[in-house]
């Protein structure tokens, strides 16, 4: 079962399958994508698993291993990859809330999020290649962007599973936050990027904008009604 809540600008996606570790079906792809259609317009979006214990543990091994052909395996790896893609590809800002493991297909869901919050004791790792298998959402590309090329083949190959620590050092998690103040630590943050500034600096990061482009976005910030009352607020300050 996925999740949809909305409050204040903010968008959040919990994937709640206890039974399976919160670990993808392709009915959960599905209700992956319908979430995401109901999510739009929102000024920032969370994924989430549901409980502690799994953010999301992958692909569901039980359901998937009905796919033997690789006619079938592809039409699986590009609809997830899809679903993924538009994670990725959201218009405002996205966090993935890591508040239990997230590995192999879960780590590849973590990575197409913006930013990564994870809780002290989450342990992150690419470890398809376990089941001689590799990334096929998207993954391998997207860690490669964050870690570096060989330091991806590196941790996917070897399927190296790293705690929440480590992998903030690395530059896989954003930020790490102790289990007690997890959910009101990321529930802040996302309410903090919910804003059209937020927005506009995704794009920006995100490349592809011309400088013109990128002058046009900040000057839609700049004569908004919002940006000349809180410039009023700094300004009654300093009287």
């Known amino acids: 079962m996925v999740d949809l809540e909305l409050e204040r600008g903010v968008a959040v996606i919990t994937i709640d399958r206890p039974q399976a570790r919160n670990a993808i079906a392709p009915a959960t792809m599905d209700e992956l994508d319908k979430a995401l259609d109901e999510a739009e317009g929102a000024g920032a979006l969370v994924v989430r698993g549901g409980g502690d214990r799994a953010f999301v543990s992958g692909g569901d091994l039980k359901e998937l291993a009905a796919i033997r052909t690789e006619d ?5 790896a590009l609809r997830m990859r899809g679903v993924c893609d538009r994670i990725a590809a959201f218009p405002a800002p996205v966090i993935a809330a890591l508040n239990g493991h997230a590995l192999g297909g879960g ?59 480590e992998a903030e050092r690395l530059g896989l998690v954003d930020v790490v936050l102790p289990r007690s103040s997890f959910e009101e630590g990321w529930r802040s943050l996302a309410a903090s990027l919910a804003t059209g500034a937020a927005r506009e600096i995704k794009r920006v990061v995100a490349g592809g904008l011309s400088a013109d482009e990128a002058a046009r976005a900040f000057a839609r910030l700049w004569v908004a009604d919002e940006h000349w009352e809180a410039a009023e607020r700094v300004m009654n300050r300093a009287r």
């Open 107 to 165: 780590a590849e869901v973590a990575v197409a999020a913006d930013i990564r919050v994870a809780a002290d004791d989450v342990r992150i790792g690419f470890t398809q290649s376990t089941l001689a298998i590799m990334p096929a959402w998207g993954g391998a590309e997207r860690l490669a962007a964050l870690v570096g090329p060989g330091r991806a083949l590196l941790l996917a190959g070897a399927g190296t599973v790293l705690g929440a620590a």
């Open 72 to 76: 079938e395996a592809v039409a699986m």
